[in-house]
């Protein structure tokens, strides 16, 4: 005789599938932004004491407690904050297969929600769009830039099919998947009408430039200040910060004496047009590398993975 024995965790998978509603995943979204059972109950048109029942129930259905009542309310705890990542990842890949159904009985092209760096845009990002517009004419494509860190946020709340980054600014890497494709060097550039400069320049020459600067801990923003630091420099006091590449390059062309930090593809895209100069200064911080980010575990739509494999062949001939 063959006894089939479930582990406890298969047991929990099963009841929890079983029992898990969409509502209570709702409720702990709502419960994370408003820290307060009688709002969530609110905006959720539920009754207070409904909102209870259900915060009970999914407690139950995991055995844990997943909020810490506070002075400001209720805080998730660690527990917490795991069943609110995945309260957000299934409603809004639920409501992703929803949308792809609707497409696929209308005869739409569908939609795709791309992260990426500012470094892969000019050279990898259009020349992989121009593919698959080719391929899929009535594709409806959503770009979002940012940091990698960001990026992997809206990744791991399903709000973003892939990613072009990094994923080794994540404290868990190994949670996506990852193919690298490239480099992201980093020019030094000035306003189009900086004087002379045409032989290269050191460095340390840049001392009393005024610097526009991206907000701190900002992967361009971390490298100037490494920069700054083998040059035997102080960092730049008298800053102008913004995360805006307009606001960068809008800043730049109006000036003679200021300076900034912008990945080469990009660097190079307005220098053709005329509304900034790349400086001769050789950087000593090597290229950091980018590539693909997916969810592990995830699987991507049909034109995902088309764009995917456009990205990757963009990056060979790039």
């Known amino acids: 005789m063959v006894m089939n024995i479930m582990n406890p965790a298969d047991q929990t998978v099963k009841m929890v ?33 409904a909102a209870s029942k259900a915060l009970q129930e999914i407690e139950g259905m995991l055995e844990v407690t997943l909020f810490d009542r506070t002075k400001v309310g209720l ?73 990698s860190r960001h990026l992997l946020d809206l990744l791991d709340d399903g709000q973003l099919d892939l990613v072009i980054g990094r994923s080794g600014v994540s404290a868990e890497p190994y949670e996506y998947n990852y193919f690298p494709i490239g480099e992201e060097p980093i020019s030094v550039v000035a306003g189009r009408n900086y004087p002379g400069a045409a032989e290269g320049m050191a460095f340390e020459s840049l001392a009393d430039h005024r610097w526009i600067v991206y907000p701190k801990k900002m992967p361009l923003r971390v490298l100037l200040e490494k920069e700054m630091d083998l040059a035997g420099l102080p960092s730049p006091v008298n800053v102008i910060e913004t ?41 000593k911080i090597p290229a950091n590398t980018f590539g693909i980010v997916t969810r592990k575990g995830g699987m991507p739509t049909a034109v995902a993975e088309l764009f995917i494999r456009a990205v990757r062949e963009q990056s060979l001939a790039h």
């Open 17 to 49: 599938i079983g029992k898990l509603r969409i509502k209570q995943l709702q409720l702990l979204i709502a419960l994370s932004e408003h820290k307060s059972l009688h709002k969530a109950a609110t905006v959720m048109f539920l009754t207070q004491s």
């Open 243 to 283: 995360g805006s590449t307009f606001a960068t390059i809008a800043i730049l062309h109006k000036s003679i004496d200021v300076v900034a930090l912008l990945p080469t593809d990009v660097a190079r895209m307005f220098a053709q047009a005329g509304l900034i100069r790349i400086l001769p200064v050789a950087l």
């Open 75 to 147: 805080v998730p705890n660690a527990m917490g904050h795991c069943a609110i990542r995945y309260a957000k990842l299934i409603t809004t890949e639920l409501g992703n297969f929803c949308r792809e159904v609707s497409d696929i009985q209308s005869g739409a092209g569908g939609r795709l929600a791309v992260g990426t760096i500012m470094g892969a845009i000019p050279e990898i990002l259009i020349s992989a769009l121009n593919w698959i517009r080719t391929a899929h004419p009535h594709l409806a494509v959503e770009v979002v830039e940012g940091t």
